[in-house]
Nanobody, 122 residues
Framework: QVQLVELGGGAVQDGDSLRLSCKVSGRSMSLYIMGWFRQAPGKEREFVAAISRNSEYTRYGDSVKGRFAVSRDGAKDLVYLDLTNLKPEDTAVYYC???????????????WGQGTQVTVSS
């Protein structure tokens, strides 16, 4: 069973940058498409980014395109989400998720970390 642990959240100012990490354990990360999602209070969980097994393909949610970047390091079993030009509306709990399938549908991501809080102040 794969386990996911997110690190790197915090409180920052409008326009700042932050890097989130997700440590994968239990099974080889190479078996999974990896994704990042976020959920703000009172809102539904939102897709942020995903990266294919070989890192050749990435996908982003419309609200973060051009500001966030997803990457992965197979040697360290880490997935990263680099957040730049942060805005108050990016405030949310950010979740790492794994997907053993071949689609990028939300329902295909079936293992989740506990989440890490990102708070952006104006």
């Amino acid at each position: 069973q794969v386990q996911l642990v997110e690190l790197g959240g915090g409180a920052v100012q409008d326009g700042d940058s932050l890097r989130l990490s997700c440590k994968v354990s239990g099974r080889s990360m190479s078996l999974y498409i990896m994704g990042w999602f976020r959920q703000a209070p009172g809102k539904e969980r939102e897709f942020v980014a995903a990266i294919s097994r070989n890192s050749e393909y990435t996908r982003y949610g419309d609200s973060v395109k051009g500001r966030f970047a997803v990457s992965r390091d197979g040697a360290k079993d880490l997935v990263y989400l680099d957040l730049t030009n942060l805005k108050p509306e990016d405030t949310a709990v950010y979740y790492c998720a794994s997907n053993a399938g071949w689609t990028y549908d939300l329902s295909a991501f079936n293992t989740w970390g506990q989440g890490t809080q990102v708070t952006v102040s104006s």
